[in-house]
């Protein structure tokens, strides 16, 4: 090689170096990542859009859906772009234009809102309204429709929805549908009130007294489930809410027991509330409980009663000063139990009416007498005047005798007593079982020598 050609190999060497270092960079300058970021016009990331890309001869390039951060990022070349945002799918709500020279990030707001609440009410707008169901439909398209159940709060929220068109709003409770109208989400929150009311009812007993604990219930057929229930508060106030126009049977019940039945449609519902007062088959029960003899009631005792109808307790109550206070009381005829303990004093049947409100029964507590036999000790007249305790279960009577005999009154029925006999302090004898089975009894102390 001569020195011409030296050189010149040497520079067309160094422009073959210098074009291979060039290319790549080059052919990765003619890309770029877009990243579209979608917000609703409230401000919020819109997850599940669709985006399509279109470039500048209007031919479609890319298409995605946005993430949780309502982002979707495209790889591009250079070029100018026009991206559309659809949602749902098929519904634009918005766009924009873009020169793509270099990675970008681009936000769009678009025509939609993440959150509409409507909340529906009665007419008066105390009482939510649950279980409604409340569709919403896009005036502008109507292929896009919403449907909620109204919460415990009477609220359903719909969002993310499209916000460029009113909706028309159909409400759905108890078969019975409402149109509302045109609404729009623009606006806000929207409160829905229904033609429902309250049927406000008073419930006494036979004495003009309030009752609680009155489940009443109405009806708009007999043979139909009830339209609402309530139970009865202290002052004997009832409030079944949600009630549309009609007219409806009414009837109450205390304790599983039914204690009034309307004749026929009684409550009226028509554009407001409707106020009924119901006088029940109930009284306040007070039994006294008196011995045996019906002399004297039993006061020292902490007695337990139970009203029992068809096996089932209807009521109990705690004896105070010898009363049992079973409070209000459906009118039926029960059976009456009283326990003292784990004896039972008195069962028989109990006729509940105005009439024996204010009653009593006479339970098996008995007058006893204590005699002591003495004939077969050496010294009998020893148990002339003796001390004793007769005691059973949590029961304990002391008695002293007197010329061989101890009285005592009032003694709840048992046969599982037992008699302690002392002389001076000294125990001389244990007697049982002892059986106490009926009033004025003679109870045999049969002594045969000292303990």
């Given at each position: 090689m001569n020195s011409l050609n030296k050189p010149v190999a040497i520079l067309m060497l160094l422009m073959l170096t210098l074009i291979i270092s060039i290319t790549p960079t080059q052919a990765q300058d003619d890309t770029a990542?877009?990243?579209?970021?979608v917000l609703t016009a409230d401000g919020k990331p819109l997850k599940n859009a669709h985006i399509k890309i279109e470039n500048s001869t209007?031919?479609?390039?890319?298409?995605?859906?946005?993430?949780?951060d309502g982002e979707a990022s495209f790889t591009l070349k250079l070029d100018n772009y026009s991206i559309t945002v659809y949602y749902p799918e098929g519904h634009e709500v918005g766009s924009e234009h873009v020169n793509l020279n270099k990675?970008?990030?681009?936000?769009?707001?678009?025509?939609?809102?993440?959150?509409?609440?409507?909340?529906v009410y009665d007419k008066k707008e105390r009482?939510?309204?649950k279980g409604a169901?409340?569709?919403i439909t896009h005036q502008g398209d109507t292929s896009i429709k919403?449907?909620?159940l109204t919460d415990e709060n009477g609220k359903a929220e719909f969002g993310p929805i499209p916000c460029d068109s009113n909706y028309k709003v159909l409400v759905k409770f108890r078969e019975s549908e409402y149109d509302e109208g045109a609404k729009s989400p623009i606006d806000g929150e929207v409160t829905v009130t229904l033609p429902l009311y309250r049927v406000i009812l008073t419930i006494l007993d036979k004495k003009n007294s309030p009752v609680e604990g009155v489940e009443v219930k109405l009806r708009e057929e007999l043979d139909q489930e009830p339209i609402a229930s309530a139970t009865s508060g202290s002052d004997g106030k009832a409030i079944l809410k949600l009630i549309p126009n009609g007219k409806y049977y009414v009837e109450a019940w205390l304790k599983g027991v039914k204690v009034y039945e309307s004749d026929g449609k009684e409550i009226s519902v028509s554009n407001d509330d409707a106020i009924k007062t119901l006088i029940v088959d109930a009284v306040k029960l007070n039994i006294t409980v008196l011995d045996y003899d019906g002399e004297n009631i039993m006061k020292n005792y902490s007695m337990k009663g139970e009203l029992i109808r068809n096996g089932e307790v209807i009521a109990e109550a705690e004896s105070v000063d010898?009363?049992?206070?079973?409070?209000h009381t459906p009118f039926e005829t029960y059976q009456l139990k009283i326990m003292l303990g784990d004896l039972e004093l008195y069962s028989g049947e109990y006729d509940v009416d105005l009439e024996t409100a204010e009653g009593f029964v006479k339970a098996w507590f008995y007058d006893i007498i204590l005699e002591v036999n003495a004939s077969r000790i050496v010294n009998a007249s020893l148990a002339r005047s003796l001390t004793g305790r007769l005691t059973a279960k949590n029961l304990l009577f002391e008695f002293e005798t007197e010329e061989w005999k101890a009285k005592l009154e009032d003694i709840p029925r048992s046969e599982d007593y037992r008699?302690?006999?002392f002389y001076e302090d000294k125990p001389i004898a244990v007697i049982e079982p002892i059986r106490v089975t009926e009033d004025n009894q003679i109870v045999k102390l049969n002594l045969t020598g000292y303990k």
């Open positions: 990542t877009l990243t579209v970021k209007n031919a479609v390039v890319k298409t995605g859906e946005t993430g949780s990675t970008k990030t681009v936000t769009i707001s678009v025509n939609v809102i993440s959150k509409w609440t409507i909340r009482d939510p309204v169901n409340v569709t919403y449907w909620r010898g009363i049992l206070h079973f409070g008699v302690e006999l």
